[in-house]
């Protein structure tokens, strides 16, 4: 038996929760494109984003630790595939359209520059006067116009609705701007869980290297009462913190999150009546959410990390040298067009002088940026 793309629309209808996105309901691209006779529109969105140089780059994109620290710390790639994970497991439980979630869960960092979030602040203070950056808006541009893969259009020519879930990507962190996507309506249910499982990786994943890395020990984590219940909940107690222990503590919180995000989830779309998609986005908040006793929770966790774990002299040591690495970059360019790369003068024509290099430089590699600078301002490196 042959599972051809009809096939597998007519299952996903039968799977799908009535406020889920079927494939077969897209409203298209915006370029005419022939659709696969064994995918639908949402997993060849998805593959087509596992191709792009974008994606590749992440597995040497800063998470919190710079890349070359160590091999067991998360990268922008392992956490964008953790995020991915998360995302499955709750549109699974819920009703939701596995393959969208998936794919806006892989792009939704394509645009995040090296060196983390310390990169991104500091692109945007360099183009300040120049349209800003912001990684959310990068990674849009990245999937509508950077991506250089098909003569018959720019970009991937995704289908709308992953377009919309990565315009509407919302964390603690990160402010979407919706003007071309139906702004005055919220995410779709897959876009929300998209949003909610980053969130809910770079917390638990962070506290994860935060421990292994020594920054944060148990002790530190006394009176943080999400700490207290996982510590309860896995039976440790003052024996020593093993590898083990950490692990156990770090699977149980994300079952809990998980746990409470598919409940009180449930308990939104039943007790406000939500039947369809339209209903869903109509609504004026968001459905995915944990309860407010975890929300609470989850903050104290939070200002407990930044406090400790980013707040940190060896991070903050890290946003010094990535600012000035990014910044000496920016400047030497600017003042220099003619060492650019051929290939990125020729983008100066369409994008300016500015957009062009910031393009550059958010597309760099932590490692590629440190190498670049020091051919450029070390004289015993070869240029």
Known sequence: MIFSRELLEEMEIKTLAP?????????GRLYPDHEPDYRTCFQRDRDRILHTTAFRRLEYKTQVFINYEGDYYRTRLTHTLEVAQIGRTLARALGG???LTETICLAHDLGHSAFGHAGETSLSKLM???GGFDHNKQSFRIVTELEKRYPEFPGLNLSWEVLEGIVKHETEYDVSDARDFNPDLHAGLEAQIANVSDEL?????????G????????DMLEGVELWEI???????????????HRHQIIRNLIGLEVTNLIQTTEHNLVNHSVRSVEDLQHLSFNVVTVDEELARRNRQLKDFLYANLYRNF????????AERVLTDLFNAYRSSPTILPRHIQEWIPERGLERAICDYLAGMTDRYAVEEHQKLFDPLVLP
């Open 230 to 244: 996982l510590r309860d909940n896995t039976r440790w107690r003052d024996q020593m913190f093993t590898e083990q």
């Open 19 to 27: 406020y889920g996105i079927a494939s077969r309901n897209s409203h």
């Open 211 to 218: 421990l292994r890395s020594g920054l944060i020990t148990p």
């Open 201 to 209: 990786a770079y917390t638990a994943h962070d506290l994860d290297d």
């Open 97 to 99: 359209n596995e393959d």
């Open 128 to 130: 300040v006067d120049h």
């Open 314 to 321: 060896r991070l903050v040591r890290m946003s010094v040298k």
